[in-house]
Each structure stands twice: as structure tokens, then as C-alpha cells.
């Protein structure tokens, strides 16, 4: 097992809009700085596939200027421990990387909420926004019928991503009430650019059904899903699919925070108005500490990074930018909050852990996350906790439980900490132009 | 770079355009189940994103590989259901 060791004096966990953003601007008010991420391209959730396809000229030019700023980027790194105060310890493909820093910005972003419903285990019922991550990465679409539901202004973005490679939409069933919706769209005039967008993909979509006050009640299929029960809360119908990709919104990636010791509230990280958290030299920003979307990522990622670059008159004056995006995440959050009858989907035999194969009965009478791993294993398998703790914590309102590391399981190698060999750091994988 | 990479997926040749992740190789390939759950259920990726650990399959006889992070590159070999 290999083991390299690297210092700089910041160190940005996370490459999307607000990593990029933060690591830039602070490189190039000089000192060393540096970009880890789990995955082998820049860019993020959001501008996922842009580094190797340019399409977005925002995310070229951002990935454009980090790549010019000197920081330095470490890819497929995955932070998953914190041994010592200014020390990460990252599982690389070229080994275990032990990285000192002297201040650590955060962004790790969001992952999607997926809640319990029968047949939601069925290979072929996808994350819309994992969906269309892994069809950039070559997943076949083309000619398939998708289904895409759940809720938020995810569903839009990502059906109109997926018919753009040839996917077949016959509905987007929105959660959300359209009393609600309809207040929300009226209050887009403030974002221009978000308007704009808006209108582009609503154009595009034409003849895409959009539908809301809509959910799946359950998934069907042998093997794998073949179709899927929509309900308005009323009546019930059957919808023919090859995909259906369903999330609920999006849940903050807090692990990392709050390993560090970071303090929440309210489910997100506690910054104050320079995006320090509650732990000295540790900032964080974009959906970490909000879900905001990725302008509100950007500018915060600025405000961090000038912040930790000692240019705080630089980051004030992003302060005002800061707090539209923050009201337009305030108003998304209020328009596509999930409906109480969601709580009611997952049925006694419906599995609630998939990693353990965990049902809905065997947990729905403990107290919380802690009673329920020791009575049934739900929450102990590969993904610790992260599918199922933020579907427990909406069907039974069980706050997540403590977190040690790693923060995902690693190979064995990388958790020994006896005294390895250095190893020359020009091996780790930089980002592929 | 090249521009197509050769692998194969239960045992069955195939070549993909460059940047294509073992995840979508084996939706290529025209599988759906890419492991069994605790209880022997058919299972496939969910998050496509490294989170649910629900692509786990085996690379090159390394079991428990997440198809959905991993690119693929030439040689490969990759097996699903184990
Ligand atoms: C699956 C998905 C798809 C989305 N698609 C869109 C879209 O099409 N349009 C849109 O407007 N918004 C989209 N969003 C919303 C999106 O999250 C935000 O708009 C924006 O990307 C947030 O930026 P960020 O910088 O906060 O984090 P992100 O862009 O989420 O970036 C966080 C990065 O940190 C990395 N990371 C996390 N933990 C670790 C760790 N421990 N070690 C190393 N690296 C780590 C992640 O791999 C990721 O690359 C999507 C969200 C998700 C979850
Ligand atoms: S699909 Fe979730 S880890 Fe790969």
C-alpha cells in the first residue's frame, strides 16, 4: 500500500461550483492551495461531464480559471478522515494520501433524497439527477421510456438533459401542489437568469406532460421495473417505463463537517456571514450550508476563499449577491416541501434499509437511529447510514446518528496508520484535460 | 487518450467510447441486475454518485468495486450477480 503525504495552506474539499470557486480565488491571492474530490473530473453535481464536453460557458470559464489560479488538484481523492487537527486522510487509486492543512474550506455538497416505496429496490429505479450523471458517463437512454418524479426543480432539468439524449418521457409527476408552484414561478422575476432558463427548458420541453400533485405509489416489475402507480391522493393509474427515476429534493452531505466537529442547525452546516463554521479554520459552503442551487454555491465558494485568502473587504462585497440567492433557496425550499402522505408509502414489508434489507416493520417502533441499528442492522451496511438515515428521519423524524470515521468504508490498507513510504506525489491523478 | 476502450462484462467482449464508467458499460451490455441484496433480490444503481453502494460488482476479480465511479479502461474485466 502506497501512502503520499502533501501540505498546503488551504485545502478545498469538493470540485463543484463552490469548491472551484473557493480554491480559485484563493490561489490566486498566492499561498498553496489545494482541490481534492472523490470523482475524476471537475465541476460537481451541477457541471458533472463539462471538463471532458465543454457545454456550459459559465463552468468552462470557472473550470478555466481555477485550472490557471495555481491550486493544484488532486481527483478521485476521497476525504474520509480527520485523525488530528489540521490533518484529512484521503483513499486515492494510487494509495492513502495524508493531507495537513492550515485552513480547510468544505464543499461536499448534496446527494439526492430517496424515500421508501414499495418496489423502489427494483433495478431500473434511479436517482433523476444519478440518472443523468451516469447517461453523461455513457448510460443508454436512447429510446427508453423514463418516467421522472418525486420533487424539485431537479426533475425539470434532468428530463429535459435525458430527451436530449433520446430518452422517452411520458411524465413528470411533481409532488408538489401546483397552488404552490404557481407562487413560486411568480416570484422567479427577481432571477432573471433563472427565468430565462426557465422559459428555455419549459419551450424545449413542449409536449413533455408536466404534472403536479402527482406520485408514485409503487414500482412494479420482475427483476426490474417494468411500470409504475401514480396516485394524486385520489385516483391511482399505470404508467408503462423502462426507467423511473425518482428523488425527493436534495439532502446536504454533512458527514465530513460534522466528523470535524462542525455545528448544524436545522440540518445544514452553521456558518456565520464569512462561511466560517463553528470550528476555527474550517469554512463551508454551497449546498452544505444551504440548498441554494449552484449561483448561491458560487458566490458563497468567493466569499470563503477571499475570506481564508485574508481579503475580507473582497468577500463583503459579494455579501449582497450572497442574499438573493439565499431567498431564492428560502422560497425553492418552501414551494417543493414534501407532502405528509409520502410518510405513508413505504408499507410493513416495505424495505427501508438496502443494504441490510432492512423492512419498514422492524424499525417503525424503536425511538431512534441508534435503537434501530442495534435491534435490526438498519443503517450498518456499505453506505453507513446515508440512504436510509435521511428516509428515516422524514418518515420518523430520527435525527442522524453520531458519525466516526471513515466516513465511507475504505480499503483496509488505508486505514493502517503505521509508518509507510513516501511516495513521489507526481503518481496522483491530476484532472484529465 | 484512445478513443474506445475494449472490456468485458460477464465474460462478453465490449468496446465503449472513452470516459464511459463500468456502471453504464454494463447497461451497455444490456444487464439490469448488477448485484443481490441481503435477501437475494435484484439490484442496480441508484444513486449514480458513490453514495448507496448499490452498483457494487466485481472488476477484475476485486469484489465490491462502485461501477458508477469507476471509468473504464482497457482489459477489464468486469462480473455482475456475485
Ligand atoms: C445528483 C445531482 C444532480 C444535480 N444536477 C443539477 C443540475 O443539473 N442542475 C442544477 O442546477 N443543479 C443540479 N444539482 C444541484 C447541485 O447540487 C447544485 O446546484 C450545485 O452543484 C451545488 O454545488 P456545490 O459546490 O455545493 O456542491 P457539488 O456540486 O455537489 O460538489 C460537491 C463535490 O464534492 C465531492 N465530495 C463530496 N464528499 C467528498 C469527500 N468526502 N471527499 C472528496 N470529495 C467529496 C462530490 O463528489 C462533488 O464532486 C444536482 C444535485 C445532485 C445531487
Ligand atoms: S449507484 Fe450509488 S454508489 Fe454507484
Redesign the pocket.
Known sequence: MNSARLSFDLVV????????AAASVAAERGGSVAL????PWL??????GEQARPAVPRARQWIERFLASGARAVMQ????ASPDRGVLL?ETPAGRLTVRFKQLIL??????LFLPFPGWTLPGVV????L??MVKAGWPVAGRRVVVAGSG??LV??AD?LRRYGARIPLIAEQAPQVRLARFATGLWRYPEKLSQAVAMKARLLGIPYRAGIWPRRAEGRERVERVVLTDGKRSWTVECDLLAC?WN?VP?T??PRLLGCALAGGFVRVDEFQRSSVAGVFC????TA?A??????V??QIAGLSAAGAAGAARELFAERWRWHRFGAALTRAFALRPELRALAGRETVVCRCEDVSREAVERCRDAREAKLHSRCGMGPCQGRICGAATQFLFGWESDSIRPP??PVRVESLLTASEHSKPVSNLSDPTP | MPERVELSVNGRALSVPWGTTVAAAVALAGETRFRRSVHGDARGPL????ICFECRLTINDEPHARSCLILCADGMEVRTDE
Open positions: 474539499v469538493g470540485a463543484g461550483p463552490g469548491g472551484l481534492l474530490d472523490n470523482s465541476g460537481g453535481q451541477i457541471w458533472r481523492a476521497s476525504v474520509f484521503a464543499a461536499t455538497g448534496a446527494r439526492e436517482g433523476p439527477g444519478g443523468e450523471a426543480p431537479l432539468a434532468v438533459g428523488g436534495l452531505n458527514e465530513l459552503v454551497g449546498e452544505l440548498i442551487g449552484g449561483d448561491a454555491a458560487l458563497q465558494g466516513v465511507f | 444513486c449514480g454518485m458513490g
